[in-house]
């Protein structure tokens, strides 16, 4: 998977959409998935209805209060998304739900910063892929309400998330060597 949502609610880890197979061809997901750390055993999340969200990588993906939220993200046709989603993954019968946002809804968007504290949801930066974001915003998670934060000494616009895999080549053989 490249592009991925992995984070973690409870005891479990939680997976949802990117590329799958061949980097030059990728295909896209929506899938959820769940890990269990304590028997390191994958589970597929069924759901209790046909709504499953469009194939999404580089989304914003982050557990707040025992609820996964999904925003934004590139669907499957290269577009950037604004839309914002929310599922339980612990009931019986887990659906996702649309939520209606409202306030400053941050702009359609990719590969973004997103984090949960104990009382909000925040996003940074990401891009549409012709515009590169350099902005702040709060999700009220229980209200669905955004607010446009406007912070002192805001870092550069920036893109690229936290959750892709990296690569990497090298290490240390005791000299130092200058880069040209």
Not at 3 to 19: I, S
Not at 56 to 70: I, N
Not at 141 to 150: D, E, F
């Amino acid at each position: 998977h490249s592009g991925v949502g992995f984070t973690a609610l409870g005891a479990n880890l939680y997976l949802f959409g990117g590329h799958l197979g061949n980097p030059s061809e990728p295909s896209t997901t929506g899938n959820l998935y769940s890990f269990a750390p304590t028997t390191s055993a994958w589970t597929s999340i069924e759901l209790a209805d046909s709504v499953q969200l469009s194939a999404l990588s580089r989304s914003g993906f982050v557990a707040f209060v025992g609820e996964l939220f999904v925003f934004g993200g590139r669907g499957s046709g290269g577009y950037a998304l604004n839309d914002l989603w929310k599922i339980n993954p612990t009931l019986s019968s887990p659906s996702w739900q649309l939520l209606s946002g409202s306030g400053d809804i941050p702009s359609a968007r990719w590969n973004f910063g997103m984090a949960a504290t104990s009382d909000a949801i925040f996003l940074f930066g990401g891009t549409s892929g012709e515009v590169v974001f350099g902005d702040m915003a709060r999700l009220e998670p229980q209200t669905s309400a955004w607010t446009t934060l406007s912070p002192s000494n805001m870092p550069q616009a920036r893109y690229g998330s936290n959750h892709r895999p990296r690569r990497c080549a090298g290490g240390w053989k005791g000299r130092r060597r200058r880069r040209s």
